[in-house]
């Protein structure tokens, strides 16, 4: 039996898999600054679940953002890790520890695996931009161009963190789309700064133009120039955000309080941005390692008193 309560396939042993799991728990434990508060309000085969997407997730990431690779040689890597992937979910045998563990979440919590293809194009997406040099240049003309990518990067996460959340409303598969939104978009503002200094501009040329900006602009920022595009941007995210009040009794009981520790977090960290008038160039804006505990604290009380 793995530890999901699931049956497992004869190829992997109930210790490879008890190794996978604590191998991406340590990754997840690491690497996710802000998602790991939200893990730590669940029940432990919810929290193993989650840990195996995002120990996928950041493999992902880490190739995409390979200095050490050309933009087609990570391209290439993204894509054998997709195959390795399908293969291991097909009954393949692999000594990856974290698709053997993402095997068995994507058995036990039925995930689509198309959602786990759109994660991989998320990535690759940023990659495909950077084929011409990391020159700066304007990515989206529009917003809905941006909203496309945000789907891609974020959106289809949280699909998947639903599936294994719990729920029965088929309207919670568009909230957690918008939740995603909400989730990029707040990171996309805070890392304006050193986004830029890689040649990536996510904010759109349209959104730019309304207040007289060019590309040019992110390349010797002025805080107070760029603080009414990021301040629409933030309006934007704040709407997002609202989905997620809809979301949360959508899902079953025992994960309700770790999708509101996650809300919770980048809300706060999206007023953070707005207190300091949308300067985000003097210093990356992050919520302290008390302020995410405060947050947990009130989350794990959710689960006595709702």
């Given at each position: 039996m793995s530890t999901s309560g699931?049956?497992?396939?004869?190829?992997?042993?109930?210790?490879?898999?008890?190794?996978?799991?604590?191998?991406?728990?340590?990754?997840?434990?690491?690497?996710?600054?802000?998602?790991?508060?939200?893990?730590?309000?669940?029940?432990?085969?919810?929290r193993d679940a989650l840990s195996s997407v995002y120990a996928f997730m950041r493999h992902c990431d880490d190739l995409s953002d390979d200095p050490n690779l050309l933009a087609p040689d990570r391209l290439a890597r993204l894509e054998n890790w997709r195959e390795q992937m399908h293969s291991v979910l097909a009954g393949g045998v692999s000594d990856e520890p974290v698709l053997l563990a993402l095997a068995d979440t994507v058995r036990v919590f039925r995930i689509k695996p198309e959602l786990l293809d759109?994660?991989?194009?998320?990535?690759?997406?940023?990659?495909?931009?950077?084929?011409?040099?990391?020159?700066?240049?304007l990515w989206f003309e529009t917003f809905e161009q941006l909203?496309?990518?945000?789907?891609?990067?974020?959106?289809?996460?949280?699909?998947?963190?639903?599936?294994?959340?719990?729920?029965?409303?088929?309207?919670?598969e568009k909230l957690a789309e918008q939740c995603g939104v909400a989730f990029q978009l707040t990171n996309i503002i805070r890392d304006v700064k050193e986004d830029a200094a890689m040649g990536r501009i996510y904010l759109p040329k349209e959104d730019l133009a309304m207040f007289g900006l060019a590309a040019s602009a992110l390349r010797d920022p002025e805080a107070e120039r760029l603080r009414p595009v990021l301040e629409l941007v933030a309006e934007r995210a704040r709407g997002y955000y609202r989905a997620a009040d809809d979301l949360i009794p959508m899902i079953e009981p025992d994960s309700q309080p770790a999708l509101w520790v996650l809300v919770s977090i980048y809300r706060r960290l999206l007023e953070k941005i707005a207190e300091r008038n949308y300067n985000v160039f003097r210093g990356r804006v992050r919520l302290s390692?008390?302020?995410?505990?405060?947050?947990?604290?009130?989350?794990?009380?959710?689960?006595?008193?709702a």
């Open positions: 699931q049956t497992v396939p004869s190829t992997v042993t109930e210790s490879q898999l008890s190794t996978a799991y604590s191998v991406c728990r340590r990754i997840a434990r690491s690497a996710a600054k802000n998602f790991y508060y939200a893990f730590m309000a669940l029940p432990r085969p919810k759109a994660l991989v194009e998320g990535t690759a997406m940023d990659v495909r931009e950077m084929l011409e040099g990391p020159t700066l240049k909203y496309n990518y945000c789907y891609h990067v974020a959106s289809v996460v949280g699909l998947i963190c639903i599936r294994i959340f719990g729920y029965e409303d088929p309207a919670a390692r008390a302020e995410k505990v405060t947050i947990l604290t009130r989350g794990l009380a959710r689960r006595f008193t």
